[in-house]
């Protein structure tokens, strides 16, 4: 129990959380300027009286913001831009706390406008904003900083590090019931390993022509493969993180996870696996929200040796 | 005093967000109108005979049904407190990605007709030529709509509203399209390994709009 209420009780500087922040808003806006850009607000999100798909007339309860606010067209343009500038806010550190409340408000706003434009990444980057409109994120790089300590470098001693373990036990969480869903039989042998080879063909999705899946499908096999030993490797992933933060202890397990660098390996193969998608299917900003959230899993102390080169440093892992 | 708390309520957290991410069993009926949930049914039948077992294919269904019953009345009575906190807010911790890979996905069809030529085909599936109607099909949001409402058994609610939608969107970008007809081709995907390769395509959920009609 001692050592439970320790973990939580971590600290270390915030720079890699204002970094996910700024990531997070990075990816949800260029995503808005998108609805814009395709002159989708008014399909999307007024009602169908007004042009839109949306039959909110007959809805009830309304979706948020068409609760306060009339049945109309304009509605729909309030409702993206309070989810456009509240994630500018939030990247810039503006009011950073209210911003991201104000942010998941938005966002979930227009998921309920229209559910079927609202996609698992939409709900995994509101879980990891509500998550860090608690942290202190904003205490560096952010206009916050620069209002409060009268820089944007703000004040980097060590915060609460609970919100970065916590978006590392998100993606866990993600990734293993991600696949350990994966029951259909295409995953497996008796499918002949197919899986990816289907997806990728699937013409929804598909980036690559027929022929050249038929001429790479020994890769989609390997592929299918190698996702799903990811995936359901997830525990030994975080296993392996637990010995990394306590590398001093014995063990031989823990001597091996370390030595052989397992943890930075299973993290480098995920973030190559979303490179893929994004390179093989048209999956929108699925692959690089997810990728926003990779910094977390290291500390800044970590990164920070890296970027510089620097293997003198050796601080624990967790931070 | 705080730190303890803290962790108390992170515990919390984390119990519930557990708790709906379990992969149980979420089988309903609907689901078996697809043809992939009856090939993979065949396949279990088959599996669970390599090893002994012999359960008849619908007893195998009903089982699974009363499984996915039991255990999703469970998991909802243990979230109920969270879902409440979670659903104004649009949280969640269900990520079933590509759980099924089906392999029979249908194919958008959109075909225009200008003036006397008759019917040309204006969009297939996956095909990008860079134009403005492609970047509004491709986009995540528009594929959602489509893909959800539309290649499933049968439409969705949302289906006939998207189609009059687009036809509007057609018409503004095309000037001398006077019709267009969208469709779904069902698609058998089979890898190259498979013996019985099909090349079959299917046509489901026609749908036809006239540029008179937006006027």
Redesign the interface.
Known sequence: MKA??????RHEPPHVLAVVRMLIAAVVMV?FA??YG?D?VE??YAS?AD?G?A?LGSRNPKP?LYRWLPLESSTAWWSLCAAFFSALAFGTGTLTRLSGLVF??A??NL??I?P?????I??LL??MV?LLSFSSSHRVWSVDALVRYRRWSGDPRPTPA?PRF?II??LF??YF??G????????TP???W??????L???????LSDPTL?AF?RVTQLATISTWLWEWSTPVAAYALWCRATHTRPGRIRAWLNTSAFWPKWVIVGACFHLGIAATM?????PYGVLALYPAFFPGVEWRRWLRRNPETKTPPLG | MWPSIRAVLITLVLFFCVVEAAPLPTLKKRHLNRQIAQDETDRWVSILGAFGVEVPREVLIQKVLKASRKSGKLQKRLIRPWRKFERPLGLSQRWGLFTFTDSYPGRLVIEARRGDDGWSELYRAPHDDGSVLVDLLHYRRVRGIWDDAGDRPYPGKLYNRWVTWLGGRIFELYPQVDAIRLRFDRVDIQPPTARNRHTTEETKHERTRFREDYR
């Open positions: 439970w209420v320790e973990l939580w009780d995503d998108h609805i395709l989708l399909t999307f169908s042009g798909l039959n948020l998941v408000l966002s979930a998921a309920q229209l079927p434009t609202d996609r698992a939409d709900t509101r879980n509500l609970w916590l036990i998100q969480i993600m019931t991600a350990v869903q994966k029951v259909g039989l295409t995953w008796v499918g002949d197919s899986a990816l080879y289907i997806v063909r699937d013409p929804a999705f598909a980036v038929d499908y048209r999956l929108g900003m699925f």
